[in-house]
T-cell receptor, first 113, second 111 residues
Framework: DVKVTQSSRYLVKRTGEKVFLECVQDMDHENMFWYRQDPGLGLRLIYFSYDVKMKEKGDIPEGYSVSREKKERFSLILESASTNQTSMYLC????????????FGPGTRLTVT | KQEVTQIPAALSVPEGENLVLNCSFTDSAIYNLQWFRQDPGKGLTSLLLIQSSQREQTSGRLNASLDKSSGRSTLYIAASQPGDSATYLCAVQGSGSRLTFGEGTQLTVNP
């Protein structure tokens, strides 16, 4: 059974903290994605990675960075969390050339106070 | 830039009704369109994928259609059940390696 896991289901952080969201997939997928989901806005792509140490900005990269040191792990970093980064964060992975076949993790609901 | 819009934002129906969810997109140059289901607090599960050359796809009580030239897709759910209650999202894939999602329709089917 294919699986994408995210390190936390719920996370509460304070403004200004550095926050790491971790995503791990066990399908040997090259592509990995980070989205945020907000009511009325759907899913918006933050960053994606098409190989180890490779990354590309999505539609809303401001305030975020990413790290992909190993194929199975893709981390989203909030250098200095702000209240407007309170959201649901979803990670996904896919094979190259099969962006339409993304497997999603359960999500991390981050609250920044 | 591709934009995807879903109507309605929320829908509440009694069990047994047939219903239609709508999705529209601004750029007709797509490779495919996909409908997803999301249960509360969970990730997305793909329901139906329609390639740009196709007009519709069916899976059980679900039927999705695609009219690429007009930038529209519909998801038809027959004989709705309480277990169909979820948020339904459509997404299109354009020329890049990314999906563009709509805002979603939150469906509630009442017993």
């Amino acid at each position: 059974d294919v699986k994408v896991t995210q390190s936390s289901r719920y996370l509460v952080k304070r403004t200004g903290e550095k926050v790491f969201l971790e995503c791990v997939q066990d399908m040997d997928h090259e592509n990995m994605f980070w989205y945020r989901q907000d009511p009325g806005l759907g899913l918006r792509l933050i960053y994606f990675s098409y190989d180890v140490k490779m990354k590309e900005k999505g539609d809303i990269p401001e305030g975020y960075s990413v790290s992909r040191e190993k194929k199975e792990r893709f981390s989203l970093i909030l250098e200095s969390a702000s209240t407007n980064q309170t959201s649901m964060y979803l990670c996904a992975s896919s094979l190259p050339g099969k962006t339409y076949e993304q497997y999603f993790g359960p999500g991390t609901r981050l609250t920044v106070t | 830039k591709q934009e995807v819009t879903q109507i309605p934002a929320a829908l509440s129906v009694p069990e047994g009704e047939n219903l239609v969810l709508n999705c529209s997109f601004t750029d007709s140059a797509i490779y495919n369109l996909q409908w997803f289901r999301q249960d509360p607090g969970k990730g997305l599960t793909s329901l139906l994928l329609i390639q740009s050359s196709q007009r519709e796809q069916t899976s059980g009580r679900l039927n999705a259609s695609l009219d690429k030239s007009s930038g529209r897709s519909t998801l038809y759910i027959a004989a709705s059940q309480p277990g169909d209650s979820a948020t339904y999202l459509c997404a299109v894939q354009g020329s890049g390696s990314r999906l563009t999602f709509g805002e979603g329709t939150q469906l509630t089917v009442n017993p």
